[in-house]
């Protein structure tokens, strides 16, 4: 089955600081990647997606780039801020979406001043 | 934008009580839902797809009669936890796919509710 492994936190940077959130997936066949964000208080966002190999998805200052050959979708950001912290959920869905989505645990990220 | 509203946001029941929790789609309508649980320290897993004016499809391992799900509407979904115990407790998270985006499930936008957290004591 589908399952997706990303990193686990709580992650705490400074502000200004690079972020990598790593992400790898296993899938049957050919899937759509997604990053949601969970801010405090609120529900899961989408933030970014790709939906085919060597895509990029970006949103925010996020990006992350599908890559089949490693079955990855690592979020990067240049350089984080405050209002960043939140909960990261990569996940995967095949068929379009037009099924659930499968999640990975979900990263805590936490920047400091 | 769209928005999903999810009620209540916390709940706390006995042991062999029943809960409903709903979903809304607030100014987009929804033929599909799909509802979540959170385990503390777990990833969201997917319990059921829920289609309005049809049956649930429910995942592997999750008992559709104990967690009754009805989407009468295509604003509406409802996930009723029946006889719940303590192991009931978790976080619950519906979705719904808003489809005046696009037609394509493909291209639509997947909303989420800010979840109800269950308290079974």
């Known amino acids: 089955g589908n399952s997706v492994t990303q990193m686990e936190g709580p992650v705490t940077l400074s502000e200004e600081a690079f972020l990598t959130i790593n992400c790898t997936y296993t899938?049957?066949?050919?899937?759509?990647l997604f990053w949601y964000v969970q801010y405090p208080g609120e529900g899961l966002q989408l933030l970014l997606k790709?939906?085919?190999?060597?895509d990029k998805g970006s949103n925010k200052g996020f990006e992350a780039t599908y890559r089949k050959e490693t079955t990855s979708f690592h979020l990067e950001k240049g350089s984080v801020q405050v209002s960043d912290s939140a909960v990261y959920f990569c996940?995967?869905?095949?068929?379009?979406?037009?099924?659930?989505?499968?999640f990975g645990k979900g990263t805590h990220l936490i920047i400091q001043p | 934008g769209a928005v999903v509203s999810q009620h209540p946001s916390w709940v706390i029941c006995k042991s062999g009580t029943s809960v409903k929790i709903e979903c809304r789609s607030l100014?987009?309508?929804?033929?599909?839902m799909f509802w979540y649980r959170q385990f503390p320290k777990q990833s969201l897993m997917l319990m059921a797809t829920?289609?309005?004016?049809?049956?649930?499809?429910?995942e592997q391992g999750v008992e559709k009669d104990k967690f009754l799900i009805n989407h009468a509407s295509l604003t509406l979904s409802t996930l009723t936890v029946t006889s719940a115990h303590p192991e009931d407790s978790s976080f619950y998270i519906c979705?719904?796919?808003?489809?005046?985006?696009?037609?394509?499930?493909?291209?639509?936008?997947?909303?989420f509710g800010n979840g109800t957290r269950l308290t079974v004591t």
């Open positions: 899938a049957t066949g050919y899937p759509s």
């Open positions: 979705s719904a796919r808003d489809l005046t985006v696009s037609l394509s499930s493909y291209n639509s936008p997947l909303h």
């Open positions: 790709a939906t085919k190999a060597d």
């Open positions: 100014d987009f309508q929804a033929t599909t």
């Open positions: 829920s289609n309005e004016g049809s049956k649930a499809t429910y």
């Open positions: 996940a995967l869905s095949e068929g379009g979406g037009a099924d659930g989505l499968t």
